[in-house]
């Protein structure tokens, strides 16, 4: 069977789903996305994702072409489609066809597109033996420069920083602000736990030291509040991580 994909406003078969040249998420990264799992049929946190996908479009004054329910029943119009029950979903908005030079009042709509298909992002023995990481010389990008919680098409500082990670030999890399403080990895938040006097402590970065706020992150935070663990998010160090 085809893999469907919805472009702009309906389902189309894979070798249909085409975006122009002039594209200025193409060209120039201009747009917005958002990674969304599903699980037996169920998709995880949908519209969280969907909220954190507007706020990036506001701020990049980017307009989404459907509403947020038209959206939501577009992803499930999807998975549905390609007959999917535990999926990868990733939802894009571009700034749309223009011409050559930057100035996006020249795209004069937005292409959107939506993709459901499988998705191994880590073999299993990962999750049951763990993984070799670095810290990697390729700094988060500062957040007036382009904030790390716009989760825009612009991917290229995560994408150095897993180059540097593969030339290293190691599977991950941690990326740390300009101040030298851990911020996140490549397409992860990151978390440590560590005893203390009053029980067991799990910290992770602050959103303002450079760090995308991912909603699995926050289901992370509330899990680990419900199983008895102090949960804080605090400024550290690479000797904080590594002595945890």
Do not use: W
Request: net charge neutral.
């Amino acid at each position: 069977m085809s893999l469907k994909i919805f472009l702009n406003d309906r389902l189309v078969d894979k070798h249909e789903a085409t975006v122009s040249v002039f594209d200025h998420g193409l060209l120039y990264g201009d747009g917005v996305f958002e990674g969304i799992r599903s699980y037996n049929g169920l998709v995880f946190k949908l519209r969280e994702h969907l909220d954190r996908l507007f706020e990036s479009a506001h701020t990049l004054m980017l307009e989404i072409p459907l509403t947020k329910v038209s959206l939501e029943k577009a992803v499930l119009e999807t998975l549905k489609a390609n007959a999917l029950k535990d999926a990868y979903i990733r939802l894009v908005v571009t700034r749309g066809p223009g011409d050559l030079g930057l100035d996006p009042r020249k795209c004069k709509k937005a292409t959107l597109f939506i993709i459901a298909d499988k998705i191994a992002l880590y073999p299993r023995e990962y999750y049951e033996k763990g993984l070799k990481i670095a810290t990697v010389p390729t700094v988060r990008n500062h957040s007036e420069a382009l904030n790390p919680q716009l989760k825009t098409l612009n991917y290229l500082n995560n994408i150095l920083a897993k180059i540097e990670a593969t030339n290293a030999g190691v599977d991950e890399a941690i990326l740390l602000n300009a101040q030298g403080h851990v911020t996140e990895c490549t397409g992860e938040n990151i978390f440590y736990v560590k005893h203390v006097p009053d029980g067991r402590r799990l910290v992770t970065p602050p959103p303002y030291v450079g760090i995308l706020k991912g909603i699995t992150r926050d289901v992370v935070m509330r899990l680990g509040r419900e199983a008895g663990l102090i949960v804080s998010e605090e400024v550290f160090t690479r000797h904080d991580l590594y002595t945890a």
